[in-house]
């Protein structure tokens, strides 16, 4: 049987078709941005300190869950670019098995071009966000 979703690795593909598809950065920075506006609301009660995503240089909140075997994620920042990488994120995390977010090599975002293409700071949180998740599958897997 086959999952509902497409599988990460068929996620990152269709993102590097689409990132290739905008051509230049500007292009990609409005879809990322675009992205990020179509995720669902963070719900308000949960933007305090308990959900607060430190290691970013916006302000992120973030939560999750597992839902069978499932890991479930939702957040917001403060930072319209940054929400647009949570969402990036989640397309390729949220809705996973441990198992298949631990044998995805955190590098796709070199691949994606985004790693070259973000400020330090923005570079380093989502590497943060990325190893947040990766500690959640951690967990759960062991």
Same mark, same amino acid.
């Given at each position: 049987m086959a999952d509902k979703a497409p599988s990460i690795a068929a996620?990152?593909? #269709?993102?590097?078709?689409?990132?290739?598809?905008? &051509?230049?950065?500007?292009?990609?920075?409005?879809? =990322?941005?675009?992205?990020?506006?179509?995720?669902?609301?963070?719900?308000?009660?949960?933007?305090?300190?308990?959900?607060?995503?430190?290691?970013?240089?916006?302000?992120?909140?973030?939560?999750?869950?597992?839902?069978?075997?499932?890991?479930?994620?939702?957040?917001?920042?403060? #930072?319209?670019?940054?929400?647009? /990488? =949570? #969402? /990036?994120?989640?397309?390729?995390?949220?809705?996973?098995?441990?198992?298949?977010? /631990?044998?995805?090599?955190?590098?796709?975002?070199?691949?994606?071009?985004?790693?070259?293409? /973000?400020? #330090?700071?923005?570079?380093? &949180?989502?590497?943060?966000? =990325?190893?947040?998740i990766r500690g959640l599958a951690a967990e759960r897997a062991a």
């Amino acid at each position: 049987m086959a999952d509902k979703a497409p599988s990460i690795a068929a996620e990152i593909s #269709a993102l590097k078709d689409e990132f290739a598809f905008l &051509g230049d950065w500007t292009e990609r920075y409005q879809y =990322i941005m675009d992205m990020g506006r179509q995720m669902p609301t963070f719900p308000p009660e949960k933007q305090d300190e308990a959900h607060m995503f430190h290691g970013c240089q916006s302000q992120v909140w973030f939560d999750y869950e597992w839902d069978g075997d499932r890991l479930q994620l939702i957040g917001t920042s403060d #930072a319209m670019i940054v929400n647009g /990488l =949570i #969402a /990036l994120l989640f397309r390729i995390y949220s809705d996973r098995s441990a198992e298949e977010i /631990l044998a995805t090599d955190s590098g796709f975002m070199d691949e994606l071009g985004l790693s070259s293409h /973000l400020s #330090a700071n923005r570079a380093t &949180g989502l590497s943060n966000m =990325i190893e947040k998740i990766r500690g959640l599958a951690a967990e759960r897997a062991a």
